[in-house]
């Protein structure tokens, strides 16, 4: 039951003259009672045991389906909240698993390292809390040579993260002959995770994790678990290559759950400027803190944790004189492991009241529940603010999380869309294991694990023959030397190790390191990869690291440095590039129709070729963005193969009618505007950032010789999201219509199309420019309309004509 | 759940994408493909005298000369591994030379990992007098499981195996090759690795401690044309992917003298380890190694006679090490012997401390000496275990001054 006392409490804050005004929406999600499920009958006597001494006599439902179906040897994906009881879903059936089999093995797979040592020592207690006969390991780049020999001939659970399979396990599998032979469950934890870049990679990675598996005659069952995203058993399926069930429906109790959408005072209504979503973060935790509230904010960057977190405790000194009774850590990577377990176990034991975290606290560690949550910020997807608001949230109490909006326009299209958040989740993870430089990269890798037999086919193959694919990467191989064809076999022939060359994680291998050498000194302070490099560090550029400025000295690309001197200055670096496009394919195309009538636009789908050119940079003063002064930029253009997705907007279709009377410069800034807009609403529905994808616009393009938008993934080879975006396309365009319509400024501002529309070299300046671009947001709207079906139209989900190859 | 949404048919064709990447990268330094690379050739000149076992597979026997004597001490050789074999403190482990073999593999590199493999073996063993060498050579993939097996049948069941850091290189390939060419690796046999005696024995006084240096600054060979280790699989790979004879007669000696050193070398050592003091005074050896070495094996009463040598000609480490060991069996009138030679260095000046503290109950001098030892960068970096070292004097000197005031 709801304690009578914490509602007061939160009813009081919210109703505050300070506060209630801003509260844009308030979501009651009711407490629900637990749905039980009888233990399975079948479970060991000491596994019994086990559980009986943790007080369980039952399971949740989701609990007791996921043992029903990864025993029956089912692949599962479990979607379900925080503190829903995840865990037992894969290890009960794990654990009984290896304990009717001696020989059985399991893999479990986090996404990062802090992660697996909690699972760890959780894992120890099933296994040892009952005094299961189970050896546990974890295996990661921390652990010691001495313990490396006994996890890989002993473990029967491996806890380790994907990094080092593929950079570790992988390449040495002969020395885990007994680990393959018996591996019966690989569990991937915090699924959602794998998408984009690293999703893609991991996804190849699994590929050899099967491949190397069937040489030793296993074939593991996958047991996954997942936040709330749009797809899970799309992308679950996508990772593994194999079908999975997924189990949505939670079994587990909750508490009264209430979520605030927060939207910070304007402060300029004429340009859109609203007050920071920090510090009115930072004023909502002080007053819940100020009540007993035990909370948590989220932060983006680690430099925002480490300023929040001191303002609150200056705040809280001047209230409480003796100071200690209300206690504020901040929370981030970079501290101790020791310090970050100090923190966590004072939150756990109650010595800290409230903590500022980056989303390091949001992957599962566990800090015991709190009663308040508030995310400055929209943190990029709805999974990972569920997760961050789930920290929040106490069996039978009530809890609150705050949403607290900035000035972007997805943070200001989510706040005035409640029932878009709270209906099912619409993002879509995507991954790309078919990139043709990351499956090239894991065809190299595989074939160092293992010869490739003439024919065989690496992975399943989303287009074309597997086994042609796998060849055609074998043959490139080859010319390249690393590879040998000999007696119906390709065997690698290099020396060298492939894996350690290539990284999960990153885009390119080849970074650039820059080097801090103010004082005569010379001390790394940051790394950067080589086509972000040349748009921001370029010579006489303005870096800022942690809140210092430096100054750039000498990019030095060939040697893949770049100096750096420390300099107050009050002015930024803005680079202007000119992107130039050529379409290499067209692989799939379609009409998109929101009602009856003619088209609104045809997408097309393909490879293209990007070259950027950095030409000068525009130097421009803090606070009031006023533009002082260009400078030159002598850097190589950049080039890239990519997936695209056009826009075309032919003569006779809505969108080409909209823009046809236009003249050529309202009709650039149409296109730019509106481009802005969808760039920025995509993560909305495609869990990625916006900086994921680059935007092009071009009034009349020389491939289509129509007026057409491109937008491209920012990853050679691509990652999968040209692909997604073409099938929620309609969803995107209506978003970025509504955005527009909502939007409270009088012409144009960061939170919709933008500010600045003046084509560059014309003398279109102050007011004049804001007189413009005042009528480019009136026309981007009347644009968007024609191309989503009006302000009333249909809405998402309009009628879009099915592909064709 | 829901079914996944029809998406649009996608990515092209990554067969497509994959050659239009291919051909914008061409041209950039890619290799011309080995013409009838899958052809066999003809055996090549560095084969002659070798007996072809099949299409891939080339073995041959020589012969060198070698005085073994017909027992050998196997106990210094033997590392951890000397614990599990049965004997009284610092007695030996005799080793009867014919059971031995020399074992020497020649792979693709250095890193490990289940794409390394070995192309080339050398297996001595003593006979009449001399040493026999089988070699046995890959000339491409496919032969590698006769290649192997080939090998395997050479070390023999019941050999003891003598290598240069094969323990942690030549055999765990092997055996990583047995796994991947679906043959029984091999039973674990008695095993003595040069390497970690060379290092003790050499290393300080040579700069060094490979096979080849050892071969030249102490056993006085001159192996005369021989190709340098780091060469040996871009060799290979030029001959197997262009067909390229090059130096590879020279990595085939190359391969058959380190087993032939390998022999001479062990022979060399035992005969110091045999009777120490005799070879105390060789100018080419680190008594302090070796004194160190005799230690580990419990031969306590030669081993502290070497280190203390080393001790009175300057060598701190092993004053160091003395004293420490004395300290910890509690040999006080030893461990005070050893005091002036403990030099001027942070560990030094610490174990000087700890014996004034332990030994002399002497606190304010010990004082003086952790205070020395924090002078200097070490002293800086280990600044922590100084401070509670400090602390605990502090403590004892004043309760000491208290006790002295009662008296």
């Given at each position: 039951?709801t304690?009578?006392?914490?509602?007061?409490?939160?009813?009081?804050?919210?109703?505050?003259?300070?506060?209630?005004?801003?509260?844009?929406?308030?979501?009651?999600?009711?407490?629900?009672?637990?749905?039980?499920?009888?233990?399975?009958?079948?479970?060991?006597?000491?596994?019994?045991a086990?559980?009986?001494?943790?007080?369980?006599?039952?399971?949740?439902s989701?609990?007791r389906?996921?043992?029903?179906?990864?025993?029956?040897?089912r692949?599962?994906?479990?979607?379900?909240?925080?503190?829903?009881?995840?865990?037992l879903c894969?290890?009960?059936?794990?654990?009984?698993?290896?304990?009717?089999?001696?020989?059985?093995?399991?893999?479990?797979?986090?996404?990062?390292?802090?992660?697996?040592?909690?699972?760890q020592?959780?894992?120890n207690?099933?296994?040892?809390?009952?005094?299961?006969?189970?050896?546990?390991?974890?295996?990661?780049?921390?652990?010691?040579?001495?313990?490396r020999?006994?996890?890989r001939?002993g473990?029967?659970?491996?806890?380790?993260?994907?990094?080092?399979?593929?950079?570790?396990?992988?390449p040495?599998?002969?020395?885990?002959?007994?680990?393959?032979?018996?591996?019966r469950?690989v569990?991937?934890?915090?699924?959602?995770?794998?998408?984009g870049?690293?999703?893609?990679?991991?996804?190849?990675?699994?590929?050899?994790?099967?491949?190397?598996?069937?040489?030793?005659?296993?074939?593991?069952?996958?047991?996954?678990?997942?936040?709330?995203?749009?797809?899970p058993a799309?992308?679950?399926?996508a990772?593994v290559?194999e079908?999975?069930?997924?189990?949505?429906?939670?079994g587990a109790?909750?508490?009264?759950?209430?979520?605030?959408?927060?939207?910070?005072?304007?402060?300029?209504?004429?340009?859109?400027?609203?007050?920071?979503?920090?510090?009115?973060?930072?004023?909502?935790?002080?007053?819940?803190?100020?009540?007993?509230?035990?909370?948590?904010?989220?932060?983006?960057?680690?430099?925002?944790?480490?300023?929040?977190?001191s303002?609150?405790?200056?705040?809280l000194?001047?209230?409480?004189?003796?100071?200690?009774?209300i206690?504020?850590?901040?929370?981030?990577?970079?501290?101790?492991?020791?310090?970050?377990?100090a923190?966590?176990?004072?939150?756990r034991?109650?010595?800290?009241?409230?903590?500022v975290?980056?989303?390091?606290?949001?992957?599962?560690?566990?800090?015991?529940?709190?009663?308040?949550?508030?995310?400055?910020?929209?943190?990029?997807?709805?999974?990972?603010?569920?997760?961050?608001?789930?920290?929040?949230?106490?069996?039978?109490?009530?809890?609150?999380?705050?949403?607290?909006?900035?000035?972007?326009p997805?943070?200001?299209?989510?706040?005035?869309?409640?029932?878009?958040?709270?209906?099912?989740?619409?993002?879509?993870a995507?991954?790309?294991p078919?990139?043709?430089?990351?499956?090239?990269?894991?065809v190299?890798?595989?074939?160092?694990?293992?010869p490739?037999?003439?024919?065989?086919?690496?992975?399943?193959?989303?287009?074309g023959?597997?086994?042609?694919?796998?060849?055609?990467?074998?043959?490139?191989?080859?010319?390249?030397g690393?590879?040998?064809r000999?007696?119906?076999?390709w065997?690698?022939?290099?020396d060298?190790y492939?894996?350690?060359?290539?990284?999960?994680r990153?885009?390119?291998?080849?970074?650039?390191?820059?080097?801090?050498?103010?004082?005569?000194?010379?001390?790394?302070i940051?790394?950067?990869?080589?086509?972000?490099?040349?748009?921001?560090i370029?010579?006489?550029?303005?870096?800022?690291?942690?809140?210092?400025?430096?100054?750039?000295k000498?990019?030095?690309?060939e040697?893949?440095?770049?100096?750096?001197?420390?300099?107050?200055?009050d002015?930024?670096?803005?680079?202007?590039?000119?992107?130039?496009?050529?379409?290499?394919?067209?692989?799939?195309?379609?009409?998109?129709?929101?009602?009856?009538?003619?088209?609104a636009?045809?997408?097309?789908?393909?490879?293209?070729?990007v070259?950027?050119?950095?030409?000068?940079y525009?130097?421009?003063r803090?606070?009031?963005?006023?533009?002082?002064?260009?400078?030159?930029?002598?850097?190589?253009?950049?080039?890239?193969?990519?997936?695209?997705?056009?826009?075309?907007?032919?003569?006779?279709?809505?969108?080409?009618?909209?823009?046809?009377?236009?003249?050529?410069?309202?009709?650039?800034?149409?296109?730019?505007?509106?481009?802005?807009?969808?760039?920025?609403?995509?993560?909305?529905f495609l869990?990625c950032?916006?900086?994921?994808?680059g935007?092009?616009?071009r009034?009349?393009?020389?491939?289509?010789?129509?007026?057409?938008?491109?937008?491209f993934?920012?990853?050679?080879?691509?990652?999968?999201?040209?692909?997604?975006?073409?099938?929620?396309?309609?969803?995107?365009?209506?978003?970025?219509?509504?955005?527009?319509?909502?939007c409270?400024?009088?012409?144009?501002?960061?939170?919709c199309i933008?500010?600045?529309?003046?084509?560059?070299?014309?003398?279109?300046?102050?007011?004049?420019?804001?007189?413009?671009?005042?009528e480019?947001?009136?026309l981007?709207?009347?644009?968007?309309?024609?191309?989503?079906?009006?302000p009333?139209?249909?809405?998402?989900?309009?009628?879009?004509?099915?592909?064709?190859? | 759940?829901?079914?996944?949404?029809?998406?649009?048919?996608m990515a092209?064709?990554?067969?497509?994408?994959?050659?239009?990447?291919?051909?914008n990268?061409?041209?950039?330094?890619?290799q011309?493909?080995?013409?009838?690379?899958?052809?066999?050739?003809?055996a090549?000149?560095?084969?002659?005298?070798?007996?072809?076992?099949?299409?891939?597979?080339?073995?041959?026997e020589?012969?060198?000369?070698?005085?073994?004597?017909?027992?050998?001490?196997a106990a210094?050789?033997?590392g951890?591994?000397?614990?599990?074999e049965?004997?009284?403190p610092g007695?030996?482990?005799?080793?009867?030379?014919?059971?031995?073999?020399?074992?020497?593999?020649?792979?693709t590199?250095?890193?490990?990992g289940?794409?390394?493999?070995?192309f080339?073996?050398?297996?001595?063993?003593?006979?009449?007098?001399?040493?026999?060498?089988?070699?046995?050579?890959?000339?491409?993939?496919?032969?590698?499981?006769?290649?192997?097996?080939?090998?395997?049948?050479?070390?023999?069941?019941?050999?003891?195996l003598?290598?240069?850091n094969?323990?942690?290189?030549?055999?765990?390939?092997?055996?990583?090759?047995?796994?991947?060419?679906?043959l029984?690796?091999?039973?674990?046999?008695?095993?003595?690795?040069?390497l970690?005696?060379?290092?003790?024995?050499?290393?300080?006084?040579?700069?060094?401690?490979s096979?080849?240096?050892?071969?030249?600054?102490?056993?006085?060979?001159?192996?005369?044309?021989?190709?340098?280790?780091?060469?040996?699989?871009?060799?290979?790979?030029?001959?197997?992917?262009?067909?390229?004879?090059?130096r590879?007669?020279?990595?085939?000696?190359?391969?058959?003298?380190?087993?032939?050193?390998?022999?001479?070398?062990?022979?060399?050592?035992?005969?110091?380890f045999?009777?120490?003091?005799?070879?105390?005074?060789?100018?080419?050896?680190?008594?302090?190694?070796?004194?160190?070495c005799?230690?580990?094996?419990?031969?306590?009463?030669?081993?502290?006679?070497?280190?203390?040598?080393?001790?009175?000609?300057?060598?701190?480490?092993?004053?160091i090490?003395?004293?420490?060991?004395?300290?910890?069996?509690?040999?006080?009138?030893?461990?005070?012997?050893?005091?002036?030679?403990?030099?001027?260095?942070?560990d030094?000046?610490?174990?000087?401390?700890?014996y004034?503290?332990?030994?002399?109950?002497?606190?304010?001098a010990a004082?003086?000496?952790?205070?020395r030892?924090?002078?200097?960068?070490?002293?800086?970096?280990?600044?922590?275990?100084?401070?509670?070292?400090?602390?605990?004097?502090?403590?004892?000197?004043?309760?000491?001054?208290?006790r002295r005031?009662?008296?």
């Open positions: 039951m304690d009578p006392s914490a509602t007061r409490i939160i009813d009081g804050i919210l109703s505050r003259p300070d506060i209630a005004p801003h509260v844009a929406h308030i979501e009651t999600m009711p407490a629900a009672d637990a749905v039980w499920a009888p233990l399975p009958d079948d479970l060991d006597p000491r596994l019994l086990a559980l009986a001494s943790k007080g369980y006599d039952g399971l949740y989701h609990q389906k996921a043992y029903d179906t990864v025993r029956s040897g692949n599962a994906v479990v979607v379900t909240p925080t503190a829903s009881g995840k865990t894969y290890n009960l059936p794990v654990v009984q698993t290896l304990l009717e089999d001696p020989k059985a093995r399991a893999l479990y797979l986090f996404p990062t390292k802090a992660l697996s040592q909690d699972q020592s959780e894992l207690e099933v296994a040892l809390g009952g005094s299961l006969p189970l050896q546990v390991y974890t295996y990661d780049g921390d652990t010691p040579d001495s313990l020999v006994a996890a001939e473990g029967r659970i491996v806890i380790s993260n994907p990094d080092m399979i593929h950079a570790g396990v992988l040495n599998h002969a020395k885990w002959i007994r680990f393959f032979s018996g591996l469950y569990v991937i934890d915090e699924m959602h995770a794998y998408r870049v690293f999703g893609s990679h991991v996804a190849d990675v699994i590929r050899r994790l099967k491949r190397v598996a069937a040489f030793y005659g296993a074939k593991p069952v996958f047991i996954l678990s997942s936040a709330t995203i749009g797809n799309e992308l679950a399926s990772l290559e079908e999975v069930s997924a189990i949505t429906e939670n109790p909750r508490g009264e759950r209430r979520v605030v959408f927060y939207n910070p005072p304007l402060v300029d209504p004429v340009q859109g400027i609203r007050k920071s979503s920090a510090t009115e973060s930072e004023r909502l935790a002080l007053a819940l803190l100020r009540e007993g509230v035990k909370t948590i904010l989220f932060a983006r960057s680690r430099l925002k944790v480490e300023l929040i977190a303002y609150i405790s200056e705040s000194a001047n209230l409480y004189t003796d100071n200690s009774r206690k504020v850590s901040p929370y981030r990577s970079g501290l101790l492991p020791s310090e970050r377990r923190i966590e176990k004072g939150l034991e109650g010595e800290i009241q409230g903590v975290s980056t989303n390091a606290l949001e992957l599962g560690i566990d800090i015991g529940g709190l009663d308040a949550a508030v995310v400055a910020g929209f943190p990029g997807s709805f999974a990972s603010f569920w997760q961050q608001a789930g920290r929040a949230g106490r069996r039978g109490g009530l809890s609150v999380a705050f949403l607290v909006a900035s000035s972007s997805l943070d200001q299209y989510i706040i005035a869309h409640p029932e878009y958040f709270f209906g099912r989740s619409p993002e879509q995507r991954i790309d078919d990139n043709p430089y990351i499956y090239t990269d894991h190299k890798c595989a074939a160092f694990e293992l490739f037999k003439e024919g065989e086919a690496f992975g399943k193959a989303r287009t023959d597997e086994a042609e694919n796998t060849a055609e990467a074998l043959g490139f191989l080859e010319e390249e690393i590879v040998r000999t007696g119906g076999r065997f690698w022939s290099a060298s492939p894996s350690a060359s290539i990284s999960l990153s885009a390119t291998a080849d970074n650039i390191v820059i080097v801090d050498r103010t004082g005569g000194g010379s001390r790394v940051g790394e950067m990869d080589r086509p972000s490099a040349k748009e921001l370029f010579d006489d550029a303005v870096y800022i690291h942690l809140g210092r400025q430096y100054i750039v000498k990019l030095d690309l040697n893949k440095t770049c100096f750096v001197e420390e300099k107050e200055v002015f930024w670096t803005d680079a202007v590039t000119k992107t130039d496009l050529e379409v290499l394919t067209e692989d799939a195309s379609g009409i998109l129709r929101p009602g009856p009538g003619p088209a636009l045809r997408w097309v789908l393909g490879d293209v070729l070259r950027t050119q950095v030409e000068k525009k130097k421009l803090f606070h009031t963005h006023e533009n002082v002064g260009y400078g030159e930029v002598n850097v190589p253009s950049e080039e890239m193969q990519t997936r695209y997705l056009a826009l075309v907007f032919d003569e006779a279709s809505g969108g080409g009618r909209a823009l046809g009377h236009l003249d050529e410069m309202l009709k650039a800034g149409v296109l730019a505007g509106a481009g802005r807009i969808l760039h920025e609403m995509a993560p909305a869990m950032d916006s900086h994921d994808l935007i092009s616009e009034v009349r393009d020389p491939h289509f010789e129509v007026p057409t938008l491109y937008l993934d920012r990853y050679p080879g691509g990652t999968g999201l040209a692909e997604g975006l073409s099938s929620i396309l309609s969803s995107v365009l209506s978003a970025g219509l509504e955005r527009l319509g909502a409270p400024c009088e012409g144009g501002c960061p939170s933008g500010v600045d529309f003046a084509p560059e070299g014309t003398a279109v300046q102050g007011a004049e420019s804001r007189e413009m671009t005042k480019i947001k009136d981007v709207s009347s644009f968007l309309a024609s191309l989503a079906g009006g009333d139209g249909e809405g998402p989900g309009g009628a879009q004509d099915g592909g064709q190859p | 759940m829901a079914k996944a949404r029809a998406e649009p048919r092209g064709n990554l067969k497509s994408r994959l050659s239009r990447i291919r051909a990268q061409s041209g950039g330094g890619a011309p493909r080995a013409e009838d690379a899958r052809l066999p050739r003809a090549p000149s560095f084969l002659a005298g070798w007996e072809r076992l099949d299409e891939f597979v080339y073995r041959r020589i012969r060198f000369d070698l005085d073994l004597p017909e027992v050998l001490d210094p050789f033997l951890r591994a000397a614990a599990l049965p004997r009284d007695a030996s482990i005799a080793a009867e030379t014919e059971s031995l073999r020399f074992f020497d593999l020649e792979t590199g250095l890193s490990g289940t794409g390394t493999l070995a080339l073996a050398a297996i001595g063993w003593p006979s009449e007098g001399g040493l026999a060498v089988t070699q046995v050579f890959l000339a491409d993939y496919p032969g590698e499981p006769l290649f192997i097996s080939t090998i395997l049948e050479a070390l023999g069941s019941d050999a003891t003598v290598t240069y094969g323990k942690s290189f030549d055999l765990p390939l092997l055996r990583t090759r047995c796994v991947m060419n679906g029984a690796p091999p039973l674990e046999a008695r095993h003595l690795d040069l970690h005696v060379s290092r003790r024995l050499w290393r300080s006084v040579h700069g060094g401690a096979l080849g240096l050892l071969e030249e600054a102490v056993l006085g060979k001159d192996r005369g044309p021989d190709v340098p280790g780091s060469l040996i699989p871009a060799l290979w790979f030029a001959y197997l992917s262009r067909g390229e004879e090059g590879m007669d020279l990595v085939m000696s190359h391969n058959a003298s380190d087993v032939a050193t390998l022999a001479a070398l062990l022979a060399f050592e035992a005969a110091i045999a009777s120490p003091l005799d070879h105390a005074d060789d100018g080419g050896l680190d008594r302090a190694g070796l004194g160190r005799l230690v580990a094996l419990g031969r306590a009463v030669e081993g502290e006679a070497l280190l203390e040598a080393a001790a009175r000609d300057g060598n701190e480490r092993a004053a090490l003395l004293s420490r060991r004395y300290g910890r069996s509690g040999r006080i009138g030893d461990r005070a012997r050893i005091q002036e030679f403990l030099g001027a260095g942070f030094g000046k610490v174990e000087r401390a700890k004034l503290e332990h030994c002399e109950h002497d606190y304010r004082l003086s000496w952790v205070r030892a924090e002078e200097g960068t070490e002293g800086a970096m280990r600044a922590r275990e100084l401070d509670s070292r400090k602390e605990r004097l502090l403590r004892k000197e004043k309760l000491a001054q208290a005031g009662r008296e």
